[in-house]
């Protein structure tokens, strides 16, 4: 059976048409909120954008251990002609100072106290002597608001702090946590199905029978799924048969945001699984096949559902194959639906490790297809090599032993020994 | 007062210097085990190398969708001149052949089925003929074991698949479970206690009274030490009494792996902060005083306990020098104290996310400290600039504002406009 698109389209496109078909249909929808502690917000999606309800500081507090005054004291001080301060007081942390300081006054302050009425600057502990219990000179002046943080210095009342869709950094609890927000309304995360289908396939726990193999694809889809924000429920091993898989993938739809389905790298199950994907919902599969090695069988499909369009994907069953798909395919279209807004000053920033090597053997590819060759990585005479790990893209161990991937483009026939390469690292 | 170390030395000393002290006295010892399931395990630190009690694929298998052959039947076969060979089978997936095939025989296998007895490659479809319902003619010959993954060819029993004290990525959980092992042995994260200190710090969901600040460091470290594979335990806001922070600090020190005490930005404080670490066990405050910027009152200690040595932190108050000092010394300690044995391949390949760019404005530096400037990224002219985020280091906003840091070394005086430097991303 040859699967064709809504628009009639079937057969093998490019990584880049198979991204636009799936963005071209794919009505992005908010996802439902959730409030959380800014405890637990390390790398969550903010839902709306966050203003400050206060001034930070709230008082003009001192950045160095020495003597608030009055600015004014100070001018033309200096070593040969100190100016002379009564000392009124010592602040104490946490407090505020109980009386105003008024000329030739000054008071003792540390960092982060809050500077007394009538004060403006504060002299650094260097540039003071003291001369007897009560009193200081001074022997350089200070300009206003010298070794001062004014009120609101930091954070202005009512200043967006952080945008809607920005992700959780750890600075970002601090700073909210600061103007007194400690609860805040976040994006839900992603709720990805995975599916496992295949008639030789057993659950890892259990003893295969002769012809079986443990399923497998679905831990690396946990991780990989966990690793990209969404949250990874697994549905099961289902055999290659029409009405299990299309109940399955049913029940898949109703409940989660994505599917992921795994297994059936034979022709027959492949088609099968996009046939299940085609039928379960319009528009049905949008993509099957795309030029890349490993991975050319996948199909990309699109379901409607109450609470709107699943994208699901026939992911084939090769190990190699899982991985490669789900990070050109699945962890930006989990980026996308998971509410994220990506800074407009890091576009162009890959949102991954990478590192420049020289290839230490050259790999040859189709022209028009797109390679991704697992390498693992050596250095050599003080120059770093990516050497490919070689082994077909159904063997897991290609996949532990490799530390990244190299992309062939799909304009290239291949790579050169020694050629400069971008390793994208896992 | 001036804390000396154990060796008598006190004053400032460069980043290189601290690290070489600490790793000196700090003897690393094998953190405890635990058990989890290999769905939860990513991220986490194998305790133990990882050896397959199986051969993997564990019987013969197909790469194609084809005929299994005697290859032998096979040799000299073309177009013009194809060879016969009688169907006697179809092999279904999860199945063993119910029978071998013999000389001039074939069963049809899908990809992933299991080879019959007497057979030792596959023909792909593309070069065999269907004659009728039970015989072939193919093409093209095989050679032995072509579209086959031979019994081990993945892993071999016995065979070494993970080492001691790597850390498991998705991939790593898959290959598990391939073999069959869904549960395994990990050492145990980290516990990392935060004690936030200062008499004017108050809850961060309380009402600050006058002259009072909201505690935001600990949410912040809470953040990092996550990110770093730690267990953050907030052990409350400690006033700046020698009683009291002694003993929160005994109690912390006694239930976790890391003690981090944040606050202190005054000289009275962090003196305070170094006594406490100093008296609290031995050898007490190793550095206090690195020449760095921000950071530079950092001072870092060492406590015996009956659970081995417990590295205590007084970390300066000021939001960036918490987050500067965790990322040069708590970040990494982290990671050695996690059990992980870095890859050596991966020796030299930053662990994070990096990206070159040139300097927007020039920073002038002191030789002999090194600078961490915030920085964020434009695009001007094609050009990717990283512009220094002003604002004193007391300042959250410039932590929030920032995409991540540049390096000036201590060997230099500044970097100039223009010059390209390497902006470590958050």
């Known amino acids: 059976m040859t699967v064709k698109d809504m628009l009639g389209r079937s057969g093998v496109v490019s990584r880049e048409d198979a991204l636009k078909i799936l963005y071209e249909h794919f009505l992005l929808s908010d996802p439902p909120r959730e409030e959380v502690s800014i405890s637990e917000a390390l790398g969550r999606v903010l839902a709306e954008g966050i203003s400050s309800p206060i001034n930070l500081p709230e008082f003009d507090r001192s950045t ?231 991975g050319k069988p996948l199909a990309i499909g699109l379901v409607g559902s109450p609470h709107g369009h699943v994208p699901v994907f026939g992911l084939p069953g090769h190990p190699a194959a ?20 990506p800074n407009p000053i890091l576009e162009g920033v890959p949102p991954f490790r990478t590192i420049k090597a020289r290839l230490a053997r050259s790999i040859a590819s189709s022209p028009g297809r797109e390679d991704h060759v697992r390498v693992t990585l050596e250095m050599r005479d003080d120059v770093l090599w990516a050497r490919p790990v070689f082994g077909a893209s159904g063997l897991i161990s290609t996949l532990v032993k490799a530390v990244g991937t190299v992309v062939i483009p799909a304009t290239k026939i291949g790579i050169e020994t020694g050629e400069e390469v971008e390793v994208r690292l896992f």
Chains 1, 2 share one sequence.
């Open 64 to 294: 160095m251990d020495g003597y608030a005054v009055r600015s004014t004291d100070t001018f033309g001080a200096a070593e040969s002609r100190p100016v002379l301060l009564a000392v009124v007081g010592d602040i104490l942390m946490g407090t505020l100072p109980d009386r105003p300081i008024a000329k030739g006054e000054t008071m003792k302050i540390a960092t982060g106290g809050a500077l007394p009425e009538g004060s403006d600057a504060v002299v650094m502990f260097e540039h003071a002597q003291p001369i007897n219990a009560a009193s200081i000179e001074v022997v350089k002046p200070v300009a206003p608001f010298e070794n001062v943080v004014q009120t609101g210095d930091d954070i202005k009342k009512g200043e967006l702090i952080l945008n809607r869709g920005h992700r959780m950094r750890p600075q970002d609890m601090s700073a909210l946590a600061s103007v007194g927000i400690t609860h805040i309304s976040v994006m839900r995360r992603p709720r990805v199905a995975i599916i496992s289908t295949g008639n030789e396939i057993v659950p890892a726990d259990s003893v295969p029978g002769p012809g079986q193999i443990r399923d497998s694809n679905s831990y690396n889809l946990e991780g990989l799924i966990s690793q990209a924000g969404g949250v990874p429920v697994k549905k099961g091993i289902i055999r290659d048969e029409y009405a299990g898989l299309r109940e399955t993938l049913n029940a898949a739809i109703s409940d989660s945001d994505l599917v992921l389905m795994t297994g059936g790298s034979s022709v027959g199950t492949a088609d099968m699984t996009a046939r299940v994907i085609n039928d379960a919902g319009h528009p049905g599969v949008l993509v099957h096949g795309v030029s890349i090695r490993p």
């Open 322 to 341: 899982v991985s490669i798909c789900f990070e050109i395919f699945v962890r930006p279209l989990l980026c996308r639906m998971s509410g994220e807004i």
